[in-house]
């Protein structure tokens, strides 16, 4: 069985701040996908990245990043320099390399994000 | 390029009612997703259509509940009779098996209140 975990239920910072977003899992599978979505208070879903399980490399987009580490099963999300922008629910999620594979969402962290 | 449609975008609608909730896929994707969110039980993957054919429909609540696909561009759930505990966001969400695969696309949502 798949299983995220997001033990962060609610982040406040404020802004300029850099935070980091905690996302850990657990999978039989030794081929994965592994994803970030926000979830803005508009409400929509909106996919942020992708990370193959065979790709540890971290990524940076912006003043997003994302640590990848197959050792400790996590896959953690960093903002830096915060906005009040970034406020939103952030959903880590994680599928299977095969067949027909369906995404296991951990329960969302809210980060607010203050002037 | 048009993303994921859904129609309505907000539903209220009294206990007993018939509600039926729209999807228009992403062109080209051949595998669609149907998602319930509540404060609850977080998101919950309904049913899995891939190719039009339903492929997993375990996290269908109860018979009350129904999908269809009768079209690559078109699908509905329907709930019948609704009941105030169906009240929740519903997402469709859809993928590209053969192109960028394992990424999920999300619709805006419906946001459905049963009185």
């Known amino acids: 069985a798949q299983k995220v975990t997001q033990a962060q239920t609610e982040i406040s910072v404020v802004e300029k701040e850099d935070v980091t977003l905690d996302c850990v899992y657990e999978t039989r599978d030794t081929t994965y996908y592994l994803f970030w979505y926000k979830q803005p208070p508009s409400g929509e879903l909106v996919f942020l990245i992708r990370r193959n399980s065979f790709d540890e490399q971290n990524e940076i987009s912006g003043r997003y990043s994302w640590n990848f580490q197959k050792s400790t099963s996590s896959f953690n999300f960093t903002i830096t320099a915060s906005q009040v922008v970034d406020s939103a629910v952030y959903f880590c999620?994680?599928?299977?390399?095969?067949?027909?594979?369906?995404?296991?969402f951990g329960k969302g962290t809210m980060l607010l994000v203050s002037p | 390029d048009a993303g994921v449609i859904q129609s309505p975008r907000h539903e209220v609608t009294e206990m007993g009612q018939e509600v039926t909730l729209r999807c228009k896929p992403i062109?080209?994707?051949?595998?669609l997703f149907w998602y319930r969110q509540t404060m609850m039980r977080g998101l919950e993957l309904l049913i899995y259509f891939n190719n039009n054919v339903p492929i997993d429909d375990s996290g269908m609540p109860e018979d009350r509940f129904s999908a269809k696909m009768p079209n690559a561009s078109f699908s509905t759930l329907k709930i019948q009779p609704s009941e105030p505990r169906d009240s929740a966001v519903y997402f469709c969400a859809s993928r590209d098996e053969q192109g960028i695969r394992e990424t999920q696309y999300f619709g805006p949502g419906t946001r459905l209140l049963v009185l």
């Open positions: 062109s080209g994707h051949n595998s």
């Open positions: 999620a994680l599928s299977q390399n095969s067949g027909y594979s369906t995404l296991t």
